[in-house]
C-alpha cells in the first residue's frame, strides 16, 4: 500500500474537515453468498471523487447493529468422523443449531448410533473433556474432524487415534461460537493488520458476549479507530464480516446495519495578510508627495 503520503502545504492554505456519513443496510445490498449477508456488495454514487483539493481521506466504523443469528454449530465446523478396530470409518453431519455440552453429546451419540458405530461419547463436567469409549471387542479408536472446524470444538487435534478402548480428548469442549465480528472491505484501499496473516483488509473488530438471537449493538467511542482510505475513487463499498477463524458468517437471512464515517480533508487557500511593509508602501502610494518631499 506504501507509506502514509505527507503533504506540505502552502503559507497561505488551512485545512477543512468533511464527514460524510454512509448508513448502509444489509436489505439494499447484493448478495455475494446468499442468505448468509455476510459478503455484500452496495453500489453508490460518488462517495469519493478524485479531488486535488482533497489532502486525505479517512474512514471509520460509527455503529453497527448486528442479529446473534448464527449458530455455535454451523457449516464450517459440524462434521467428523470416526472408525474403530471393528468399524469402518463414517463422517457424520451435525444439524446445525446451539448446543451445550449435554445436547450435543446426545446429538453425536444418536448420530454413531444410527451409523452402528460401536462407541459412546461422554462429557466430563469436572474438567470439561469429552471423552470416546468403545464398545465390545474395540480395541483402537481414530477421530477426525474430516474437512471441518470441528477439532476445535470437540477439543481434538485433527486427527486423534488411541490403541485403547477409551480415547480422551486432550482440551476442553468449546461451545463458545463466534466471539468476534472482524468487518473487511477490498474497495476502500485501506490498509491493517492481524496476526497469521499479517496485511489485512479490516475495518473493524467489534466483540460478541451476546446470547443467541439477540441483538450486537457497536457504537465507535473512540477517535483513534480511522484508517487511512487509499482510493481516489468510490462507488461502492464491498463488506465481508467474517469470525475469529477467517469463516464468513452466516446470518441466516436476519439483516443488520453498518454506519460509517468517510472524513475528508481538505485544502482552502485564505487571502494572503500584506505585512507591515506592505501596508506602508500602499500607504505611501495613496499620499500625494510635493516636490520638497513633504505631503500636501
Keep these: 500500500m506504501g507509506d502514509i503520503p505527507h503533504f506540505n502545504l502552502p503559507n497561505n492554505s488551512m485545512t477543512e474537515v468533511e464527514n460524510k456519513l454512509i448508513v448502509i443496510n444489509s436489505i439494499n445490498g447484493i448478495q455475494r453468498n446468499t442468505t448468509y449477508l455476510s459478503d455484500m456488495l452496495f453500489n453508490f454514487q460518488n462517495i469519493l471523487t478524485d479531488e486535488d483539493d482533497i ?4 474512514i471509520c466504523v460509527m455503529n453497527a447493529q448486528f442479529p446473534v443469528s448464527f449458530y455455535t454449530i454451523n457449516e464450517t465446523n459440524n462434521i467428523f468422523g470416526i472408525s474403530t478396530n471393528i468399524n469402518l470409518f463414517q463422517t457424520f453431519t451435525i444439524p446445525v443449531g446451539n448446543y451445550n455440552a449435554n445436547t450435543l453429546i446426545i446429538k453425536i451419540n ?3 448410533t444410527a451409523g452402528l458405530i460401536s462407541a ?3 462429557f466430563n463436567s469436572l474438567n470439561g473433556k469429552v471423552s470416546i469409549s468403545g464398545g465390545v471387542g474395540v480395541t483402537s479408536i ?3 474432524s474430516a474437512l471441518s472446524q470441528f477439532y476445535k470444538v470437540i ?3 485433527f486427527p486423534i487415534s488411541t490403541g485403547t478402548n477409551v480415547l480422551n480428548m486432550p482440551y476442553p469442549l468449546n461451545l463458545l461460537g463466534v466471539k468476534k465480528l472482524s468487518i473487511k472491505s477490498q474497495l476502500l484501499g485501506i490498509s491493517s493488520f492481524e496476526s497469521g496473516t499479517n496485511q489485512s483488509i479490516t475495518l473493524s473488530t467489534i466483540p460478541n458476549n451476546n446470547s443467541p438471537f439477540t441483538m450486537i449493538s457497536y457504537e465507535n467511542r473512540s477517535n483513534l479507530n480511522k484508517l487511512i482510505v487509499r482510493a481516489r475513487k468510490i462507488d461502492a463499498i464491498d463488506i465481508q464480516i ?3 477463524d477467517g469463516n464468513k458468517v452466516n446470518f441466516n437471512n436476519v439483516p443488520w446495519t453498518l454506519t460509517l464515517v468517510l472524513e475528508n ?3 482552502i487557500n485564505r487571502p494572503e495578510i500584506p505585512n507591515f511593509t506592505q501596508l506602508l508602501q500602499q500607504q ?3 499620499i500625494p508627495i510635493n516636490e520638497d518631499n513633504t505631503g500636501v
Design 55 to 58: 489532502i486525505s481521506s479517512n
Design 110 to 112: 444418536s448420530l454413531i
Design 120 to 122: 459412546t461419547f461422554s
Design 142 to 144: 481414530t477421530f477426525s
Design 155 to 157: 477439543g481434538s487435534v
Design 242 to 244: 467474517m469470525d475469529e
Design 265 to 267: 480533508i481538505r485544502k
Design 284 to 286: 505611501n502610494e495613496l
